[in-house]
């Protein structure tokens, strides 16, 4: 079965620093990869995707996340976080064709970043 | 385009009750996914159509839910007879079929079982 780990349940930065938040994936193949954000009360919004190629991909407010598949990882970084980033973060795969498109979520990373 | 649009925002029921949750795709969106978020058991996956044919339900506890996507532009999920352990944020997503497999979510609906 496939899974998703974000290891790292709190991160607290400071404005300004750089960000790494990790995600480990468990699955037999290469799955299709995302990054979503949960501000409060709102849905999950998409940062980015992975589906093949280039394992650094870009997305939106300047995230990046870099694919491994040696490492089975899937990393969110930012070279400069704002107070404006703070917010959940989840990690999610898809298995995509005839497995399905279901999403299967980490448990997410709440980033706190300090004014 | 408004995005994916779920009403109620909030409901609150009392035990034994029924509760109904709409959601409205992104049109021309024909894949719609329904997901359950609480605390303890983070985010899971529930039920999935695509065309508004039921295509995975492996999610959905088998007794007192249910979902349907009676057409193409809302799809409900129904909680007969709902306990408190029901309470939790119910996501929709929606997303483009055909290649394009990142789903967009709306708000929520928070469902709380008193």
């Known amino acids: 079965a496939q899974s998703v780990t974000q290891p790292d349940a709190r991160v607290t930065v400071s404005e300004g620093a750089s960000l790494q938040l990790r995600c480990k994936y468990s699955?037999?193949?290469?799955?299709?990869l995302f990054w979503y954000v949960q501000y409060p009360r709102q849905g999950l919004q998409l940062l980015l995707k992975?589906?093949?190629?280039?394992?650094v991909v870009q997305g939106v407010n300047s995230f990046e996340a870099e694919f491994s598949k040696s490492n089975s990882s899937f990393h969110l970084q930012k070279a400069s976080v704002h107070w404006s980033d703070s917010a959940v973060y989840f990690c999610a795969l898809s298995m995509g064709g005839n497995m399905g498109y279901k999403l299967t979520f980490g448990t997410g990373t709440s980033l706190l970043v300090d004014p | 385009n408004a995005g994916v649009i779920q009403t109620p925002r909030h409901k609150v029921t009392g035990k034994g009750q029924e509760a109904t949750l709409w959601c409205e795709p992104i049109s021309g969106h024909s894949a719609v996914f329904w997901y359950r978020q609480t605390i303890v058991q983070g985010l899971e996956f529930l039920t999935y159509?695509?065309?508004?044919?039921?295509?995975?339900d492996s999610g959905m506890p088998k007794e007192r839910f249910s979902a349907q996507m009676p057409n193409q532009s809302h799809s409900t999920l129904k909680i007969q007879s709902t306990q408190p352990q029901d309470s939790a944020v119910y996501l929709c997503?929606?997303?483009?079929?055909?290649?394009?497999?990142?789903?967009?979510f709306g708000p929520g609906t928070r469902l709380t079982v008193l």
């Open positions: 159509f695509r065309n508004q044919a039921p295509i995975d």
């Open positions: 992975y589906y093949s190629g280039d394992p």
């Open positions: 699955y037999s193949a290469t799955p299709y």
């Open positions: 997503a929606s997303s483009l079929t055909g290649g394009s497999y990142e789903q967009y």
